[in-house]
Protein backbone atom coordinates (compact mmCIF):
# COMPACT_ATOMS: atom_id res chain seq x y z
CA UNK A 1 0.00 0.00 0.00
CA UNK A 2 1.04 3.82 -0.35
CA UNK A 3 1.93 5.84 2.64
CA UNK A 4 1.65 9.32 1.16
CA UNK A 5 2.91 10.77 4.57
CA UNK A 6 6.22 9.97 3.58
CA UNK A 7 6.18 11.15 0.26
CA UNK A 8 7.66 14.33 0.05
CA UNK A 9 5.31 17.08 -1.78
CA UNK A 10 7.43 19.35 -3.27
CA UNK A 11 4.02 21.69 -3.84
CA UNK A 12 3.11 21.46 -0.44
CA UNK A 13 1.90 25.36 0.42
CA UNK A 14 3.85 27.28 2.82
CA UNK A 15 2.51 29.53 4.92
CA UNK A 16 3.27 33.13 4.17
CA UNK A 17 5.22 33.75 7.52
CA UNK A 18 7.56 31.38 6.85
CA UNK A 19 8.04 32.85 3.32
CA UNK A 20 8.24 36.07 4.56
CA UNK A 21 12.21 37.74 4.12
CA UNK A 22 14.53 36.99 6.27
CA UNK A 23 14.85 40.54 7.27
CA UNK A 24 11.31 41.09 8.25
CA UNK A 25 9.77 40.55 11.84
CA UNK A 26 7.16 38.79 12.45
CA UNK A 27 4.26 41.18 12.62
CA UNK A 28 3.21 40.93 16.09
CA UNK A 29 7.21 41.89 17.01
CA UNK A 30 6.76 44.99 14.75
CA UNK A 31 3.60 46.11 16.55
CA UNK A 32 5.28 45.89 19.43
CA UNK A 33 8.02 47.56 18.19
CA UNK A 34 6.36 50.35 16.83
CA UNK A 35 4.04 50.64 20.19
CA UNK A 36 7.55 51.28 21.45
CA UNK A 37 8.70 53.97 19.35
CA UNK A 38 5.82 55.65 19.30
CA UNK A 39 4.90 56.01 23.12
CA UNK A 40 8.80 56.49 24.26
CA UNK A 41 8.25 59.44 21.47
CA UNK A 42 4.64 60.49 22.47
CA UNK A 43 6.49 61.05 26.10
CA UNK A 44 9.65 62.59 25.67
CA UNK A 45 8.92 64.86 22.77
CA UNK A 46 5.70 65.13 22.02
CA UNK A 47 4.53 65.58 25.29
CA UNK A 48 6.91 68.70 26.58
CA UNK A 49 6.33 70.45 23.35
CA UNK A 50 2.26 70.65 23.94
CA UNK A 51 3.22 71.37 27.70
CA UNK A 52 5.35 74.40 26.18
CA UNK A 53 2.44 75.74 24.40
CA UNK A 54 -0.44 74.79 27.16
CA UNK A 55 1.70 76.38 29.80
CA UNK A 56 2.24 79.78 27.62
CA UNK A 57 -1.52 80.44 26.93
CA UNK A 58 -2.77 79.23 30.36
CA UNK A 59 -3.55 82.29 31.23
CA UNK A 60 -4.72 83.57 27.99
CA UNK A 61 -3.40 84.49 24.54
CA UNK A 62 -3.22 88.29 26.00
CA UNK A 63 -1.25 86.94 28.70
CA UNK A 64 0.82 85.46 26.07
CA UNK A 65 1.60 88.74 23.74
CA UNK A 66 1.75 90.46 26.35
CA UNK A 67 4.81 88.38 27.52
CA UNK A 68 6.67 90.01 24.10
CA UNK A 69 6.35 93.56 25.05
CA UNK A 70 8.55 93.27 27.84
CA UNK A 71 11.38 95.28 26.77
CA UNK A 72 13.56 92.68 27.90
CA UNK A 73 12.68 89.94 26.79
CA UNK A 74 12.78 91.57 23.23
CA UNK A 75 16.24 92.52 23.71
CA UNK A 76 16.78 88.84 23.98
CA UNK A 77 14.94 88.19 21.27
CA UNK A 78 16.71 90.67 19.40
CA UNK A 79 20.64 89.92 20.82
CA UNK A 80 19.57 86.02 20.05
CA UNK A 81 18.97 86.95 15.74
CA UNK A 82 21.85 89.23 15.85
CA UNK A 83 23.82 86.47 17.46
CA UNK A 84 23.01 83.82 15.25
CA UNK A 85 22.99 86.62 11.95
CA UNK A 86 26.77 86.66 12.60
CA UNK A 87 27.50 83.06 13.74
CA UNK A 88 25.64 81.63 10.58
CA UNK A 89 27.16 83.42 8.16
CA UNK A 90 30.99 83.06 9.56
CA UNK A 91 30.26 79.16 9.79
CA UNK A 92 28.95 79.26 6.48
CA UNK A 93 32.23 80.46 5.07
CA UNK A 94 34.40 78.35 7.80
CA UNK A 95 32.26 75.15 7.04
CA UNK A 96 32.62 75.81 3.24
CA UNK A 97 36.30 76.42 3.19
CA UNK A 98 37.04 73.47 5.83
CA UNK A 99 34.88 71.04 3.97
CA UNK A 100 36.66 71.76 0.53
CA UNK A 101 40.49 71.55 2.19
CA UNK A 102 39.35 68.25 3.89
CA UNK A 103 37.45 66.95 0.60
CA UNK A 104 39.31 68.31 -2.27
CA UNK A 105 42.85 67.94 -1.05
CA UNK A 106 45.38 65.64 0.60
CA UNK A 107 47.65 67.21 2.93
CA UNK A 108 49.85 66.29 6.37
CA UNK A 109 47.89 66.68 9.50
CA UNK A 110 44.17 66.25 7.55
CA UNK A 111 42.96 63.89 9.73
CA UNK A 112 43.98 65.53 12.56
CA UNK A 113 42.36 68.57 10.79
CA UNK A 114 38.91 66.43 10.81
CA UNK A 115 38.89 65.31 14.16
CA UNK A 116 39.37 69.00 15.41
CA UNK A 117 36.10 70.45 13.39
CA UNK A 118 34.71 67.31 15.66
CA UNK A 119 35.72 68.69 18.66
CA UNK A 120 32.89 70.90 19.42
CA UNK A 121 30.44 67.95 19.41
CA UNK A 122 32.82 66.12 21.42
CA UNK A 123 33.00 68.55 24.56
CA UNK A 124 30.36 70.09 26.79
CA UNK A 125 28.79 73.24 25.75
CA UNK A 126 30.08 74.91 29.19
CA UNK A 127 33.37 73.59 28.88
CA UNK A 128 33.89 75.54 25.50
CA UNK A 129 32.11 78.76 27.42
CA UNK A 130 34.91 78.47 30.44
CA UNK A 131 37.58 78.26 28.00
CA UNK A 132 36.72 81.65 26.17
CA UNK A 133 36.41 82.75 29.84
CA UNK A 134 39.93 81.65 30.89
CA UNK A 135 40.84 83.23 27.66
CA UNK A 136 39.91 86.00 27.82
CA UNK A 137 38.26 86.74 31.29
CA UNK A 138 39.43 89.07 33.81
CA UNK A 139 41.96 86.48 35.47
CA UNK A 140 43.88 86.32 31.46
CA UNK A 141 47.00 87.38 30.17
CA UNK A 142 45.10 88.96 27.64
CA UNK A 143 42.69 91.23 29.86
CA UNK A 144 45.35 94.05 30.20
CA UNK A 145 45.28 94.56 26.76
CA UNK A 146 42.03 94.57 25.90
CA UNK A 147 41.25 96.69 28.39
CA UNK A 148 43.93 99.14 27.31
CA UNK A 149 41.91 98.90 23.73
CA UNK A 150 38.53 98.90 25.83
CA UNK A 151 37.49 96.18 24.08
CA UNK A 152 34.82 93.81 26.08
CA UNK A 153 34.76 90.32 25.17
CA UNK A 154 33.11 88.25 28.28
CA UNK A 155 30.39 89.57 29.79
CA UNK A 156 29.18 91.13 26.31
CA UNK A 157 27.88 90.47 23.06
CA UNK A 158 31.28 89.51 21.64
CA UNK A 159 32.06 86.41 23.71
CA UNK A 160 28.47 85.27 23.06
CA UNK A 161 29.01 85.20 19.55
CA UNK A 162 32.49 84.02 20.07
CA UNK A 163 30.64 80.77 22.34
CA UNK A 164 28.11 80.25 19.71
CA UNK A 165 30.77 79.91 16.59
CA UNK A 166 32.34 77.41 18.65
CA UNK A 167 29.39 75.20 19.28
CA UNK A 168 27.90 75.58 16.13
CA UNK A 169 30.91 75.58 13.66
CA UNK A 170 30.69 71.50 13.08
CA UNK A 171 27.41 71.50 11.31
CA UNK A 172 28.05 72.77 8.09
CA UNK A 173 31.66 71.37 7.63
CA UNK A 174 30.28 67.72 9.26
CA UNK A 175 27.26 67.72 6.04
CA UNK A 176 29.31 69.05 3.29
CA UNK A 177 32.75 66.65 3.63
CA UNK A 178 31.22 63.73 3.17
CA UNK A 179 29.31 65.14 -0.25
CA UNK A 180 32.06 66.92 -0.97
CA UNK A 181 34.32 63.81 -0.86
CA UNK A 182 31.34 61.59 -2.65
CA UNK A 183 31.32 64.04 -5.32
CA UNK A 184 35.25 63.51 -6.04
CA UNK A 185 37.18 66.29 -8.54
CA UNK A 186 36.58 65.68 -11.94
CA UNK A 187 33.79 68.12 -12.04
CA UNK A 188 36.30 70.70 -11.12
CA UNK A 189 38.65 69.22 -12.67
CA UNK A 190 36.60 69.38 -15.66
CA UNK A 191 36.20 73.08 -15.35
CA UNK A 192 39.86 73.86 -15.29
CA UNK A 193 40.50 72.09 -17.95
CA UNK A 194 38.33 74.25 -19.64
CA UNK A 195 39.50 77.30 -18.85
CA UNK A 196 37.37 78.53 -15.89
CA UNK A 197 39.45 80.37 -12.81
CA UNK A 198 39.29 79.13 -9.45
CA UNK A 199 36.30 81.41 -8.29
CA UNK A 200 34.33 80.34 -11.78
CA UNK A 201 34.81 76.88 -10.84
CA UNK A 202 33.81 77.30 -7.07
CA UNK A 203 30.18 79.94 -8.13
CA UNK A 204 29.33 77.59 -11.30
CA UNK A 205 30.27 74.14 -10.81
CA UNK A 206 31.04 73.41 -6.84
CA UNK A 207 28.79 75.51 -5.19
CA UNK A 208 25.40 74.42 -7.31
CA UNK A 209 26.72 70.71 -6.62
CA UNK A 210 26.66 71.39 -2.75
CA UNK A 211 23.61 74.06 -2.43
CA UNK A 212 21.06 71.74 -0.86
CA UNK A 213 23.85 70.61 1.28
CA UNK A 214 24.72 73.43 2.30
CA UNK A 215 21.27 75.06 3.42
CA UNK A 216 20.72 71.79 5.34
CA UNK A 217 23.85 72.46 7.31
CA UNK A 218 22.72 76.18 7.51
CA UNK A 219 19.15 75.41 9.09
CA UNK A 220 21.06 73.08 11.41
CA UNK A 221 23.29 75.72 12.57
CA UNK A 222 20.86 78.10 12.82
CA UNK A 223 18.66 76.37 14.80
CA UNK A 224 21.55 75.83 17.30
CA UNK A 225 22.55 78.76 17.44
CA UNK A 226 20.05 80.08 18.32
CA UNK A 227 19.14 77.66 20.99
CA UNK A 228 22.47 77.11 22.73
CA UNK A 229 22.54 77.48 26.76
CA UNK A 230 25.19 76.08 28.07
CA UNK A 231 28.69 78.23 26.40
CA UNK A 232 26.26 81.08 26.19
CA UNK A 233 25.42 80.97 29.85
CA UNK A 234 28.99 80.71 31.00
CA UNK A 235 30.79 83.97 28.62
CA UNK A 236 27.21 85.86 28.99
CA UNK A 237 27.11 86.97 33.01
CA UNK A 238 23.57 87.25 32.68
CA UNK A 239 23.13 91.11 31.98
CA UNK A 240 19.69 91.60 31.99
CA UNK A 241 18.75 93.24 28.93
CA UNK A 242 22.16 93.61 27.73
CA UNK A 243 23.12 90.19 27.50
CA UNK A 244 20.56 87.67 27.68
CA UNK A 245 19.45 85.56 24.43
CA UNK A 246 16.14 83.53 24.15
CA UNK A 247 17.46 80.48 26.01
CA UNK A 248 19.03 82.34 28.91
CA UNK A 249 15.43 84.79 28.96
CA UNK A 250 13.22 81.49 29.82
CA UNK A 251 15.90 80.53 32.52
CA UNK A 252 16.14 83.92 34.27
CA UNK A 253 11.98 84.30 33.98
CA UNK A 254 11.17 80.61 35.05
CA UNK A 255 13.79 81.26 38.13
CA UNK A 256 11.55 84.42 38.46
CA UNK A 257 8.46 82.07 38.99
CA UNK A 258 7.27 84.01 35.86
CA UNK A 259 5.80 80.70 34.02
CA UNK A 260 3.53 82.57 31.49
CA UNK A 261 6.31 84.66 30.21
CA UNK A 262 9.21 81.91 30.22
CA UNK A 263 6.47 79.72 28.62
CA UNK A 264 5.95 82.08 25.56
CA UNK A 265 9.70 82.72 24.91
CA UNK A 266 9.98 79.10 25.17
CA UNK A 267 7.16 78.72 22.40
CA UNK A 268 9.52 80.85 20.09
CA UNK A 269 12.25 78.72 20.23
CA UNK A 270 9.96 75.49 20.40
CA UNK A 271 8.09 77.03 16.82
CA UNK A 272 11.94 77.73 15.63
CA UNK A 273 12.38 73.94 15.80
CA UNK A 274 9.09 73.12 14.31
CA UNK A 275 10.00 75.16 11.10
CA UNK A 276 13.86 73.91 10.91
CA UNK A 277 11.86 70.29 11.41
CA UNK A 278 9.78 71.19 8.63
CA UNK A 279 12.60 72.40 6.15
CA UNK A 280 14.55 69.59 7.20
CA UNK A 281 12.21 67.22 6.12
CA UNK A 282 11.50 69.11 3.05
CA UNK A 283 15.34 69.06 1.99
CA UNK A 284 15.62 65.62 3.05
CA UNK A 285 12.20 64.30 0.91
CA UNK A 286 13.41 66.71 -2.23
CA UNK A 287 17.09 66.48 -2.52
CA UNK A 288 18.09 63.49 -0.09
CA UNK A 289 20.36 62.55 -3.01
CA UNK A 290 22.31 65.55 -3.17
CA UNK A 291 22.67 65.72 0.80
CA UNK A 292 25.13 63.59 1.95
CA UNK A 293 25.32 60.20 -0.17
CA UNK A 294 22.19 58.41 1.21
CA UNK A 295 23.10 59.50 5.01
CA UNK A 296 20.01 61.13 6.43
CA UNK A 297 20.30 62.54 10.35
CA UNK B 1 49.91 70.87 -32.64
CA UNK B 2 53.18 68.68 -31.92
CA UNK B 3 53.00 67.26 -28.16
CA UNK B 4 56.64 66.24 -27.01
CA UNK B 5 57.32 64.36 -23.87
CA UNK B 6 60.59 64.62 -22.59
CA UNK B 7 61.84 61.91 -19.92
CA UNK B 8 58.98 62.74 -17.68
CA UNK B 9 58.78 61.36 -14.46
CA UNK B 10 56.04 61.42 -11.76
CA UNK B 11 55.83 60.18 -8.27
CA UNK B 12 52.95 59.81 -6.27
CA UNK B 13 54.29 59.58 -2.88
CA UNK B 14 57.27 58.04 -3.73
CA UNK B 15 55.55 55.37 -5.45
CA UNK B 16 56.72 55.94 -9.22
CA UNK B 17 53.85 56.19 -11.35
CA UNK B 18 55.97 57.11 -14.28
CA UNK B 19 59.65 56.14 -15.13
CA UNK B 20 61.00 58.70 -17.67
CA UNK B 21 59.09 58.65 -20.29
CA UNK B 22 59.38 60.51 -23.81
CA UNK B 23 57.20 60.76 -26.53
CA UNK B 24 56.63 62.50 -29.75
CA UNK B 25 52.73 63.10 -30.76
CA UNK B 26 52.76 64.22 -34.62
CA UNK B 27 50.35 66.98 -34.86
CA UNK B 28 46.92 65.92 -36.36
CA UNK B 29 47.45 62.56 -35.18
CA UNK B 30 45.11 60.06 -33.30
CA UNK B 31 47.23 58.31 -30.67
CA UNK B 32 46.24 55.41 -28.12
CA UNK B 33 48.16 55.37 -24.94
CA UNK B 34 47.23 51.33 -23.96
CA UNK B 35 48.35 49.14 -20.82
CA UNK B 36 46.68 47.36 -18.24
CA UNK B 37 45.63 49.52 -14.91
CA UNK B 38 48.54 50.65 -13.57
CA UNK B 39 50.70 51.29 -16.23
CA UNK B 40 50.74 55.06 -16.17
CA UNK B 41 48.43 56.23 -18.83
CA UNK B 42 45.85 58.28 -17.54
CA UNK B 43 48.72 59.62 -15.30
CA UNK B 44 50.33 60.54 -18.79
CA UNK B 45 47.29 61.76 -20.07
CA UNK B 46 46.66 64.06 -16.74
CA UNK B 47 50.18 65.33 -17.29
CA UNK B 48 49.58 66.17 -20.57
CA UNK B 49 46.65 68.13 -20.02
CA UNK B 50 48.27 69.79 -16.65
CA UNK B 51 45.99 68.11 -14.23
CA UNK B 52 48.87 66.53 -12.68
CA UNK B 53 52.39 68.01 -13.01
CA UNK B 54 55.31 66.32 -13.28
CA UNK B 55 58.06 65.35 -10.97
CA UNK B 56 60.96 65.59 -13.67
CA UNK B 57 61.13 66.29 -17.62
CA UNK B 58 59.32 68.78 -19.76
CA UNK B 59 56.17 68.37 -22.05
CA UNK B 60 56.35 70.67 -25.19
CA UNK B 61 53.19 71.57 -27.20
CA UNK B 62 55.11 72.81 -30.45
CA UNK B 63 58.37 74.50 -29.34
CA UNK B 64 56.61 76.10 -26.56
CA UNK B 65 57.66 74.77 -22.92
CA UNK B 66 53.89 73.82 -21.39
CA UNK B 67 55.34 71.91 -18.50
CA UNK B 68 54.91 74.99 -15.94
CA UNK B 69 51.46 76.01 -17.24
CA UNK B 70 48.44 75.43 -15.96
CA UNK B 71 45.97 73.50 -16.90
CA UNK B 72 43.96 76.95 -18.60
CA UNK B 73 46.66 78.07 -19.56
CA UNK B 74 47.34 75.13 -22.35
CA UNK B 75 44.19 74.89 -23.73
CA UNK B 76 42.94 71.52 -23.71
CA UNK B 77 40.26 69.50 -24.09
CA UNK B 78 39.84 66.60 -21.66
CA UNK B 79 37.08 64.28 -21.89
CA UNK B 80 36.48 62.48 -18.73
CA UNK B 81 35.76 58.72 -18.08
CA UNK B 82 32.44 59.22 -16.14
CA UNK B 83 32.34 62.55 -18.06
CA UNK B 84 32.20 65.16 -15.25
CA UNK B 85 28.98 66.85 -17.00
CA UNK B 86 27.73 69.22 -15.24
CA UNK B 87 24.65 68.07 -13.67
CA UNK B 88 22.89 71.53 -12.61
CA UNK B 89 23.36 73.06 -16.25
CA UNK B 90 21.53 72.08 -19.36
CA UNK B 91 23.41 70.57 -22.42
CA UNK B 92 23.44 73.52 -23.96
CA UNK B 93 25.14 75.50 -21.09
CA UNK B 94 27.57 72.47 -20.61
CA UNK B 95 28.57 72.74 -24.33
CA UNK B 96 28.96 76.63 -23.74
CA UNK B 97 30.65 77.00 -20.17
CA UNK B 98 33.96 76.94 -22.05
CA UNK B 99 33.40 80.01 -23.93
CA UNK B 100 31.25 81.24 -21.34
CA UNK B 101 33.85 81.30 -18.84
CA UNK B 102 36.72 83.55 -20.90
CA UNK B 103 37.45 86.67 -19.51
CA UNK B 104 35.63 89.54 -21.27
CA UNK B 105 38.17 90.18 -23.60
CA UNK B 106 38.34 86.95 -25.50
CA UNK B 107 34.56 86.09 -24.49
CA UNK B 108 32.44 85.83 -28.03
CA UNK B 109 28.80 87.60 -27.24
CA UNK B 110 26.48 85.56 -26.60
CA UNK B 111 24.42 85.27 -29.14
CA UNK B 112 27.62 83.55 -31.25
CA UNK B 113 28.35 81.67 -27.84
CA UNK B 114 24.88 79.76 -28.42
CA UNK B 115 25.24 79.64 -32.06
CA UNK B 116 28.70 78.02 -32.16
CA UNK B 117 27.38 75.54 -29.15
CA UNK B 118 24.87 74.51 -31.72
CA UNK B 119 26.95 74.19 -34.37
CA UNK B 120 28.45 71.81 -32.15
CA UNK B 121 25.41 69.41 -30.86
CA UNK B 122 24.97 68.84 -34.40
CA UNK B 123 28.77 67.59 -35.52
CA UNK B 124 27.56 65.45 -32.36
CA UNK B 125 24.45 64.67 -33.87
CA UNK B 126 22.70 65.60 -30.50
CA UNK B 127 20.29 68.67 -32.51
CA UNK B 128 17.26 69.49 -30.81
CA UNK B 129 18.98 67.75 -26.99
CA UNK B 130 19.91 71.08 -26.43
CA UNK B 131 17.56 72.18 -23.15
CA UNK B 132 18.35 68.55 -21.42
CA UNK B 133 19.79 68.00 -18.28
CA UNK B 134 22.90 65.13 -18.04
CA UNK B 135 20.12 62.88 -16.21
CA UNK B 136 17.94 62.88 -19.03
CA UNK B 137 20.50 61.59 -21.42
CA UNK B 138 21.54 57.99 -22.25
CA UNK B 139 25.83 56.86 -21.54
CA UNK B 140 26.23 57.55 -25.36
CA UNK B 141 24.71 61.02 -25.51
CA UNK B 142 26.16 62.33 -22.17
CA UNK B 143 29.69 61.13 -24.20
CA UNK B 144 28.74 63.06 -27.02
CA UNK B 145 27.94 66.13 -24.97
CA UNK B 146 31.49 65.60 -23.05
CA UNK B 147 33.20 65.81 -26.28
CA UNK B 148 30.92 68.58 -27.70
CA UNK B 149 32.21 70.52 -24.50
CA UNK B 150 35.50 70.08 -24.93
CA UNK B 151 35.70 70.87 -28.39
CA UNK B 152 33.96 73.85 -27.84
CA UNK B 153 37.19 75.74 -26.59
CA UNK B 154 39.32 75.08 -29.94
CA UNK B 155 41.68 72.80 -27.90
CA UNK B 156 44.90 72.65 -29.26
CA UNK B 157 45.04 69.11 -28.59
CA UNK B 158 42.16 66.60 -27.84
CA UNK B 159 42.60 64.28 -24.64
CA UNK B 160 40.39 61.59 -23.78
CA UNK B 161 40.72 59.46 -20.77
CA UNK B 162 38.61 55.96 -21.44
CA UNK B 163 35.90 57.62 -23.75
CA UNK B 164 34.12 54.44 -23.96
CA UNK B 165 35.09 52.71 -20.92
CA UNK B 166 31.43 53.20 -18.98
CA UNK B 167 29.52 52.19 -22.14
CA UNK B 168 27.71 48.99 -23.44
CA UNK B 169 29.57 47.01 -26.78
CA UNK B 170 27.39 48.10 -29.21
CA UNK B 171 27.12 51.86 -28.05
CA UNK B 172 31.01 51.68 -27.90
CA UNK B 173 31.64 50.23 -31.36
CA UNK B 174 29.06 53.08 -32.75
CA UNK B 175 31.13 55.87 -30.93
CA UNK B 176 34.27 54.55 -31.65
CA UNK B 177 33.43 54.90 -35.25
CA UNK B 178 31.98 57.70 -35.11
CA UNK B 179 35.22 59.43 -33.30
CA UNK B 180 37.48 58.41 -36.10
CA UNK B 181 35.06 60.46 -38.44
CA UNK B 182 34.88 63.71 -36.03
CA UNK B 183 38.48 63.33 -35.52
CA UNK B 184 39.16 63.29 -39.18
CA UNK B 185 36.83 65.80 -40.00
CA UNK B 186 38.10 68.17 -37.20
CA UNK B 187 42.14 67.45 -37.53
CA UNK B 188 42.59 67.74 -33.84
CA UNK B 189 45.42 66.16 -32.60
CA UNK B 190 43.71 63.51 -30.44
CA UNK B 191 45.36 61.15 -27.22
CA UNK B 192 42.83 58.87 -25.83
CA UNK B 193 43.78 56.02 -22.98
CA UNK B 194 41.72 52.88 -23.15
CA UNK B 195 42.71 49.64 -21.74
CA UNK B 196 40.99 47.71 -24.85
CA UNK B 197 43.32 46.74 -27.57
CA UNK B 198 40.65 45.78 -29.91
CA UNK B 199 39.71 49.37 -29.67
CA UNK B 200 43.02 51.15 -29.58
CA UNK B 201 44.03 48.62 -33.33
CA UNK B 202 41.20 50.00 -34.40
CA UNK B 203 40.85 53.42 -33.88
CA UNK B 204 44.79 54.51 -33.75
CA UNK B 205 47.02 55.43 -36.30
CA UNK B 206 49.51 55.00 -33.69
CA UNK B 207 49.84 53.26 -30.31
CA UNK B 208 51.51 53.42 -27.34
CA UNK B 209 51.95 50.53 -25.71
CA UNK B 210 52.07 51.08 -21.43
CA UNK B 211 53.19 48.59 -18.72
CA UNK B 212 54.54 49.70 -15.05
CA UNK B 213 55.36 53.03 -15.75
CA UNK B 214 57.01 52.79 -18.78
CA UNK B 215 56.52 52.76 -22.50
CA UNK B 216 57.01 49.54 -24.02
CA UNK B 217 56.09 50.12 -28.14
CA UNK B 218 55.19 52.48 -29.99
CA UNK B 219 53.85 52.18 -33.24
CA UNK B 220 51.23 51.66 -35.90
CA UNK B 221 48.53 48.94 -35.18
CA UNK B 222 50.57 46.57 -37.70
CA UNK B 223 53.77 47.27 -36.62
CA UNK B 224 52.67 46.57 -32.78
CA UNK B 225 50.92 44.09 -33.86
CA UNK B 226 52.79 42.22 -36.36
CA UNK B 227 56.24 42.81 -34.33
CA UNK B 228 56.00 43.17 -30.61
CA UNK B 229 59.39 44.06 -29.66
CA UNK B 230 58.96 42.13 -26.16
CA UNK B 231 56.84 39.41 -24.39
CA UNK B 232 54.43 41.75 -22.66
CA UNK B 233 53.63 43.79 -25.90
CA UNK B 234 53.10 40.33 -28.13
CA UNK B 235 50.55 39.07 -24.95
CA UNK B 236 49.31 42.00 -24.37
CA UNK B 237 48.39 42.84 -27.83
CA UNK B 238 45.69 40.12 -29.28
CA UNK B 239 45.67 36.58 -28.55
CA UNK B 240 49.10 34.83 -27.82
CA UNK B 241 50.30 31.78 -26.55
CA UNK B 242 53.87 30.68 -25.34
CA UNK B 243 55.85 28.04 -24.30
CA UNK B 244 59.52 27.59 -23.11
CA UNK B 245 62.05 26.87 -25.60
CA UNK B 246 65.76 26.39 -26.27
CA UNK B 247 67.97 28.06 -28.59
CA UNK B 248 70.83 26.36 -30.58
CA UNK B 249 72.60 26.13 -33.63
CA UNK B 250 70.20 28.88 -35.35
CA UNK B 251 67.00 26.64 -34.40
CA UNK B 252 64.36 26.82 -31.60
CA UNK B 253 64.41 23.16 -29.76
CA UNK B 254 61.31 21.98 -26.97
CA UNK B 255 62.12 18.70 -25.02
CA UNK B 256 65.12 17.73 -26.69
CA UNK B 257 63.94 18.26 -30.56
CA UNK B 258 64.20 20.96 -32.89
CA UNK B 259 60.78 21.84 -33.86
CA UNK B 260 61.96 23.01 -37.77
CA UNK B 261 61.50 27.04 -36.63
CA UNK B 262 65.10 28.70 -37.18
CA UNK B 263 65.86 31.11 -35.01
CA UNK B 264 66.82 34.98 -35.25
CA UNK B 265 71.12 35.34 -35.27
CA UNK B 266 71.50 36.84 -31.45
CA UNK B 267 69.66 34.54 -29.96
CA UNK B 268 71.17 31.97 -27.73
CA UNK B 269 69.91 29.12 -24.86
CA UNK B 270 66.66 29.69 -22.88
CA UNK B 271 63.91 31.79 -24.20
CA UNK B 272 60.79 31.78 -24.75
CA UNK B 273 58.76 31.23 -28.26
CA UNK B 274 55.80 33.38 -28.66
CA UNK B 275 52.72 33.18 -31.51
CA UNK B 276 49.58 33.88 -32.49
CA UNK B 277 46.39 30.53 -31.98
CA UNK B 278 44.95 30.92 -35.19
CA UNK B 279 48.23 31.41 -37.12
CA UNK B 280 49.47 28.09 -37.09
CA UNK B 281 49.58 25.80 -39.79
CA UNK B 282 48.78 21.91 -39.01
CA UNK B 283 51.17 19.31 -40.32
CA UNK B 284 50.85 15.90 -41.22
CA UNK B 285 52.30 13.69 -38.07
CA UNK B 286 56.07 12.09 -39.05
CA UNK B 287 56.08 14.95 -42.06
CA UNK B 288 59.27 17.20 -40.61
CA UNK B 289 60.12 18.65 -37.47
CA UNK B 290 56.92 20.29 -36.04
CA UNK B 291 55.23 20.86 -32.17
CA UNK B 292 53.47 18.09 -31.14
CA UNK B 293 51.09 18.06 -28.69
CA UNK B 294 47.91 16.23 -27.30
CA UNK B 295 44.09 17.75 -27.03
CA UNK B 296 43.67 18.26 -23.30
CA UNK B 297 40.35 20.72 -23.70
CA UNK B 298 38.34 22.61 -26.68
CA UNK B 299 36.23 25.15 -26.88
CA UNK B 300 34.13 26.72 -29.69
CA UNK B 301 35.34 29.82 -30.25
CA UNK B 302 33.00 31.75 -33.13
CA UNK B 303 34.15 30.21 -36.50
CA UNK B 304 36.81 28.44 -35.16
CA UNK B 305 37.40 25.79 -32.29
CA UNK B 306 40.14 26.55 -30.15
CA UNK B 307 42.33 23.58 -28.46
CA UNK B 308 44.32 23.32 -26.10
CA UNK B 309 47.66 21.27 -26.51
CA UNK B 310 50.22 19.44 -23.83
CA UNK B 311 52.96 19.71 -25.62
CA UNK B 312 56.37 17.19 -24.33
CA UNK B 313 54.69 16.69 -21.12
CA UNK B 314 55.07 20.61 -20.60
CA UNK B 315 52.46 21.37 -17.92
CA UNK B 316 51.72 24.74 -19.95
CA UNK B 317 49.58 24.17 -22.26
CA UNK B 318 49.23 25.78 -25.71
CA UNK B 319 46.13 27.14 -27.37
CA UNK B 320 45.99 27.02 -31.08
CA UNK B 321 42.83 27.63 -33.39
CA UNK B 322 41.41 24.41 -35.51
CA UNK B 323 38.59 25.12 -38.34
CA UNK B 324 35.05 24.08 -36.38
CA UNK B 325 34.61 21.22 -37.94
CA UNK B 326 38.17 19.10 -37.61
CA UNK B 327 37.73 15.97 -36.54
CA UNK B 328 40.08 16.34 -33.19
CA UNK B 329 39.17 15.38 -29.51
CA UNK B 330 40.44 14.43 -25.90
CA UNK B 331 43.66 12.93 -26.37
CA UNK B 332 43.87 13.52 -30.15
CA UNK B 333 47.51 14.16 -31.08
CA UNK B 334 48.13 17.02 -33.18
CA UNK B 335 51.61 18.77 -34.56
CA UNK B 336 51.95 22.14 -35.83
CA UNK B 337 54.22 24.84 -36.65
CA UNK B 338 53.60 28.51 -35.71
CA UNK B 339 53.76 30.18 -39.39
CA UNK B 340 54.79 33.65 -37.82
CA UNK B 341 56.74 33.59 -34.23
CA UNK B 342 58.50 35.25 -32.00
CA UNK B 343 61.41 34.04 -29.74
CA UNK B 344 62.49 36.59 -26.72
CA UNK B 345 65.06 35.43 -24.32
CA UNK B 346 64.35 33.92 -21.11
CA UNK B 347 63.16 36.43 -18.00
Known amino acids: MFEPEVVYDSRRVIPPADHARPTTERPWVRRLLIAIAIAFMALVLVLPLVLVFTEAFRKGADAYFASFSDRQSQQAIYLTLLVAAIAVPLNLVFGVAAAWCVAKYEFWGKSFLTTLIDLPFSVSPVVSGMVYV ?164 | MDIRVDTVRKEFSHYPALNDVSLDIRSGELIALLGP ?54 VLDNISFGLSVRPRATRPPKAEIRRRALELLDLVQLTGLEKRYPQQLSGGQRQRVALARALAIEPRVLLLDEPFGALDAQVRKELRKWLREIHDRTGHTTVFVTHDQEEALELADRLVVMSQGKIEQVGTPDEVYDKPNG ?63 VVAASRRVGGTRRVELEVGGNPNRVEIDLPFDHPAGEKTRIAFRPKRWRVYPKG
Open chain 1, 134 to 297: LLFGAQSALHPLLKAYNIEIIFAVPGIVLATIFVTFPFIARELIPLMQDQGNTDEEAALSLGATGWQTFARVTLPNIKWGLLYGVLLCNARAMGEFGAVSVVSGHIRGKTTTMPLDIEILYNEYNFTAAFAVASLLALLALVTLVFKTILEFRFGDELAGTRRH
Open chain 2, 37 to 90: SGSGKTTLLRLIAGLEMPTAGRIYFGDEDASSKTVQERNVGFVFQAYALFRNMT
Open chain 2, 231 to 293: PFVFSFIGESSSMPVTVENHEIWVGGRAIGLPAPHDAIGEAVLFFRPHDVELVEDGSGAALAG
